[in-house]
């Protein structure tokens, strides 16, 4: 597993102190984008937090994630975590160090009050003793929240930075690209009231135990409920690795509802899922993998955006309408470009591949937001696009009509088919996952070619990203 260091610096290190009147949340922020461009330590609000002890345990359930590893557990190795501010809503984001398990708090303007929310992207810190400090804060302690440094005076101090050294692997990277995409499929299955989604949570294995380490589980509706299947019948949505879930515990008590999103059925082959914890002014959210030994990275969802070149030009002129709306109309964009909605979609795809757009599932809306990390690192480091587009250079494929050979670095040819736009192959790869983990490097070369790539222009992005 490529993997990299990426140096986080901060003014200092987040504190949660006492104040007149109450409690001071400072969270320090990294270098990352706004509107202005670039800036070493953006600030994205100060103000009060509406609720402050549900605040609270949602970051804390965020941080959990991003130190947390789901399958073969090791010793934690914490990325701190995404804040975005939207100018509505503050988002934080996370990433399981197994890549299989996304977290998301939307701080929404009902859970915020007295300021006005920037716009960008950044790291912010959560350390131990910040951890510590928030699972202190009680129901009546009025909080003030400081995303960002203090005022003028002291982002232009000389004072020492804080600086991580954070372990980066590349496929985190990419999950943030195929969670987005993925979850753009979901639609809402079940909504349950507090006392059931506390009923139903609670009850679920946790890990470790011999229940939890089964294959994966399917639930379905049932009145106000939900209740295991055996298979996956119409309406179920798959619940893989439940003890998964384990950080919606740090706000249970808080919950007003829990939603339930999926995709629809379409085999008995386990499926992504999304559950989201509705609290008082705000939602988390915990999107969960196909399978707790699968992260997100290897799931192939983003490869037919990458390979085509018209949605790369496409994505490239909706980048410049996106102003960090944190809910992105189509409609609007469409109007706006002049495109056709489905290329303006396909463009969100291909943004989303980069971190630069994110997708709510409450709202079913992408948002903007521009990851702090090399963009061009997803689309560098997927092995399967870089075979295909060598194997494109190659003049390995030849076309004939609905069919296409592809003659492997073997020697062995392959025969891919294409029946009504889905591409499949004769190859091993699509013979233990038919399509469920995405296309081949055999269907994504001749994707490719029919849609008209040179290959010397391909060769030579294979060529700049291997050095």
């Known amino acids: 597993m490529t993997r990299s260091l990426q140096a986080v610096a901060y003014r200092q290190p987040s504190v949660l102190e006492s104040a007149a009147g109450g409690q001071l949340l400072g969270l320090e922020t990294s270098r990352g984008a706004t509107p202005s461009g670039v800036q070493d330590h953006p600030r994205f609000f100060t103000g009060f937090l509406t609720s402050p002890q549900v605040a609270a345990a949602g970051l804390l359930a965020v941080a959990d994630v991003a130190a947390a590893r789901y399958y ?14 939207n100018g509505d809503r503050l988002r934080f984001e996370s990433f399981s160090g197994c890549g299989g398990v996304y ?31 928030l699972s202190r804060v009680g129901t009546t302690d009025p909080l003030h929240l400081r995303v960002g440094p203090e005022e003028l ?18 496929r985190w990277l990419r999950g943030f690209a195929e969670a987005q995409v993925i979850a753009a499929g979901f639609d809402l299955r079940a909504e349950l009231p507090a006392a059931e989604a506390v009923r139903f949570l609670r009850a679920l ?22 209740r295991p299947t055996t298979r996956p019948v119409p309406g ?20 007003t509802a829990l939603r339930v999103y ?32 699968r992260g997100f990275s ?45 290329r303006v979609r396909a463009a969100l795809v291909r943004l989303g591949t980069s971190g630069r757009v994110g997708y709510d599932t409450a709202e079913a809306a992408y948002f903007h937001r521009e990851l702090p990390y090399d963009a061009e690192r ?25 069919l296409a050979t592809v003659t492997a670095e073997d020697g062995h040819a392959h025969r891919v088919r294409d029946e009504a736009g889905v591409l499949s192959c004769s190859c091993l790869w699509w013979a233990k996952y038919r399509g469920g983990r995405g296309p081949c490097k055999h269907a994504l070369a001749v994707r490719i070619v029919r849609r008209g790539a040179a290959p010397e222009q391909d060769m030579a992005r294979v060529d700049g990203g291997a050095r």
């Not at 690795?241 to 384990?246: E, S, Y």
């Not at 030009?313 to 944190?326: F, G, K, Q, T, Y």
């Not at 997803?378 to 609905?402: D, Q």
Request: net charge negative; aromatic share 2%; glycine share 10%.
């Open 103 to 133: 977290a998301r708090l939307d701080v929404l303007e009902a859970g915020l009050d007295g300021g006005e929310v920037g716009h960008g992207t950044t790291n912010v810190d959560v350390n131990n003793p910040l951890r510590e400090a």
């Open 262 to 293: 999926g995709p629809p059925v379409a085999s008995a082959a386990a499926a992504a899922s999304a559950w989201e914890v509705v609290l008082p002014g705000m939602r988390l959210t915990l999107t969960l993998s196909p399978d707790a030994s």
């Open 298 to 342: 290897g799931e192939g969802g983003v490869l037919d955006a990458l390979a085509t070149d018209e949605a790369a030009a496409d994505a490239e002129l909706i980048s410049v309408l996106l102003a960090w709306e944190p809910r992105i109309d189509t409609a609007d964009l469409a109007a706006a470009s002049g495109l056709e909605p489905e």
């Open 205 to 226: 294995p946790r890990g470790g135990t011999r229940a939890a380490s089964v294959g994966p589980r399917w639930v379905v509706p049932a009145g106000r409920s939900l």
């Open 72 to 85: 073969q557990r090791q010793l934690p190795a914490s990325l701190d975590p995404v804040v975005t501010g």
């Open 236 to 255: 179920a949505v798959c619940l893989p690795g439940p003890d998964r879930l384990i950080a919606l515990q740090r706000v249970l008590r808080h919950a």
């Open 153 to 170: 005076a002291v982002t232009t101090m000389d004072g020492p930075v804080v600086e991580k050294k954070v372990p980066l692997p590349d």
């Open 378 to 402: 997803v689309e560098r480091h997927n092995p399967r696009l870089r075979s295909a587009r060598a194997l494109v250079a190659a003049g390995a494929v030849a076309l004939e009509g609905t």
